[in-house]
């Protein structure tokens, strides 16, 4: 039987759905601009700075991006990076969080110095150190080893583990299965979601880093996306850092719509991950976080 609503509760369900629906509009705004922005041409941007669909649709902007070197470089440079440091991250997350379950000498140890990572650090300029004395600058490895293990991936992932019977794994070593076939055959493939979401985190955190690649990496040519982004964004250079060796044959368009068009770029590989891993997203976090 259906609960009569009260005046009140239909004024509050209609409240919520206004408010909802302007904060929607208001986080849509800006990429309805910055896409609308890298396909106009410069006479309408001219005549109509806050443009929200423009009447001439051009791709000038694009293809002078993508004829260019570093944009197209950067992309790849970042897109290695993400993809071999989310791995990493994933294989030694998985294996250290499991190993972590089991009866090991020092496992609290181990854990403590995990938690105390979460609260303290070296700092920058000892990191910095570091990866000097280990011949990582100017490397993509700088990049990539400071991320292998993280403390809440591992707490969380940990917890996970955790949560499986113990009674599923004593079964697996009564079959005559060791510690790494539990591993390979039994832990991973039930970590399936949790693992998808941390991945989701991994390349986004992997794709948007610029501050350790302005550190560390000194060669143009091993700049990441966010540095040229930076370059193209901030610091208002867009025709310097696109223009060397530029195959584009006509006249740059303005440095507004490459700017704008640089940014849907850069957006556009993760929008693209995200679908695949959207379905895993919620369940892996919920996953890791509740049980245990």
Do not use: C
Not at 228 to 254: C, E, M, W
Request: proline share 6%; net charge neutral.
């Amino acid at each position: 039987m259906l609960k009569h609503r009260t005046l009140s509760e239909k004024t509050g369900d209609i409240a919520n759905v206004v408010v909802l629906v302007l904060l929607m509009l208001t986080m849509l705004f800006p990429f309805v601009y910055i896409f609308a922005v890298s396909f106009s041409t410069n006479d309408e941007l001219f005549r109509n700075p806050l443009l929200l669909w423009p009447k001439v649709w051009t791709v000038e902007s694009y293809q002078y991006i993508l004829e260019s070197v570093a944009f197209p470089r950067a992309m790849l440079v970042t897109a290695y990076v993400a993809i071999v440091a989310t791995f990493f991250n994933l294989l030694f997350t998985s294996m250290m969080g499991f190993a972590t379950t089991r009866p090991i000498i020092g496992k609290k140890v181990i854990m403590f110095l995990v938690l105390f990572t979460m609260l303290f650090s070296g700092g920058l300029i000892p990191t910095y150190l570091l990866m000097k004395s280990l011949g990582l600058l100017n490397s993509l490895w700088a990049l990539i080893i400071p991320g292998f293990v993280g403390a809440w991936t591992l707490i969380v992932y940990r917890t996970f583990v955790s949560s499986i019977p113990e009674e599923l794994i004593d079964a697996a070593f009564m079959d005559g299965a060791n510690e790494l076939n539990i591993y390979s055959r039994i832990i991973l493939p039930m970590s399936k979601p949790v693992l998808a979401a941390f991945a989701l985190f991994g390349m986004v955190s992997y794709w948007n880093t610029w501050f350790s690649a302005i550190i560390y990496i000194n060669d143009p040519a091993k700049w990441t996306i966010q540095v040229v982004l930076r370059q193209i964004v901030i610091v208002n250079d867009a025709l310097s850092a696109l223009s060397t060796d530029n195959a584009y044959d006509g006249p740059p368009p303005l440095p507004e719509t490459i700017q704008m068009a640089a940014i849907m770029l850069a957006t556009l590989p993760i929008l693209l991950v995200y679908p695949f891993l959207q379905k895993y997203f919620v369940k892996g976090v919920m996953i890791g976080s509740i049980k245990g």
